[in-house]
């Protein structure tokens, strides 16, 4: 190995015409010019004789191809610039060149991935990415329910995927303490373009909602910024419109209840048709619902009333489907209020 670090290989050119020649001395013996196929060394003990040395040069010497007395070429200094250049021009060694049983029992492999799991857990220690997810407080367990999202982690690299994302939540205003909890629900932020992320702040700040305002409201609805600009406007003109609201008054709403942002409007459109109605319709409906003790609207428990339906059916349905009684039962009761 040493000999291949300080010198050329066999028939390597130093410049065009040249070839490593041997220098002889007491100590080493090289091959001479033109043995371009193989290279022969000897080690020489200093401490032989004279005699015996002068004797195993001419056996070496013999051997040379061509011949010694061929007209020698000047040979450059191993030590110039130019025989480093040479060695600069070394193609690196092969990975399946043969190696000792000492060098192979030194390497150490790192353990195998499992090929599938169940669990998170079981690749943690040999991803840094989930590692450090699991040092901010994520719960990989919340997230492993969800093979697409166990997939999207195992694939990101914390430096270049995941790194710029957490700059830009801290930027916006997110506690360290509160990164986990925040990603254990909107893990999929990771897969979002950041100038995107940005651009979605840039337009709330448009709109006057201030700083504070927008950190407010990605803590209390992780998945704020993973809808579109188009869809955040959308939903502020629905609420502005629908409920008649000033824009003070909308963007007071949406930093209280940043979930109407997100969630799905069929149950405030439900809930809307009930604030539009006439308030003493509905008053009489119920009160008959809850005389008859079936004023029920948990639509967990049985016998649900529907908010929809109390004050958008005509009476004979709200009797027939909802009261379980006449319209002239109905009609009684209200006479009596």
């Known amino acids: 190995m040493q000999l291949r670090k300080c010198f050329p290989r066999a028939g390597k050119t130093l410049l065009p015409g040249f070839f490593a020649q041997p ?19 000897s080690v020489w003990n200093s401490s032989q004789s004279t005699n015996s040395s002068s004797q195993e040069i001419k056996c070496a010497q013999n ?11 000047k040979i450059p200094s191993f ?99 509160q990164l986990g909890t925040f990603l254990t629900k909107n893990y999929a932020i990771f897969s979002e373009d950041l100038e995107n992320l940005k651009t979605r702040v840039a337009y709330l700040l448009s709109k006057n909602f201030s700083k504070v305002d927008i ?5 209390n609805a992780p998945f704020l910024l993973s809808f579109s600009v188009e869809r955040l406007d959308n939903r502020l003109g629905f609420f502005q419109k629908e409920l008649e609201l000033s824009v003070k008054k909308t963007r007071d709403l949406v930093i209280r209840l940043p979930r109407l942002l997100t969630g799905s409007l069929e149950p405030v459109k439900e809930n809307m ?18 005389y008859l003790g079936r004023a029920q609207y948990d639509p967990g428990k049985p016998n649900y009333i529907s908010l929809d339906k109390l004050v958008s059916v005509p009476d004979e349905i709200f009797c027939e489907e909802m009261a379980k009684a006449s319209v002239q039962d109905f009609e009684k009761f209200l006479k009596t209020l």
């Open 23 to 41: 220098q002889l001395s007491s100590d080493d013996c090289f091959l001479r010019s033109g043995f371009k196929t193989y290279w022969t060394s």
């Open 63 to 73: 051997t040379l191809l061509p011949s010694v007395n061929e007209p020698s070429q």
């Open 79 to 177: 030590d110039s610039e130019l025989s480093l250049e040479g060695l600069d021009d070394l193609p690196p060694l092969s990975p399946l060149q043969p190696i000792s049983e000492e060098e192979a029992v030194q390497i150490i492999a790192d353990p195998a991935l499992p090929p599938s799991s169940f669990t998170l857990r079981d690749y943690v220690d040999h991803s840094e990415t989930l590692k450090k997810l699991v040092l901010l407080g994520v719960d990989l367990s919340k997230i492993e329910k969800h093979p697409d999202a166990a997939n999207l982690l195992l694939r990101l690299d914390f430096e270049k995927d995941i790194k710029q994302i957490l700059l830009f939540l801290k930027d916006l205003g997110i506690e360290d303490n």
């Open 215 to 219: 950190a407010q409201m990605v803590r």
């Open 273 to 290: 048709k009930v604030f539009n109605s006439r308030l003493f319709k509905v008053k009489e409906r119920h009160l008959f619902l809850a």
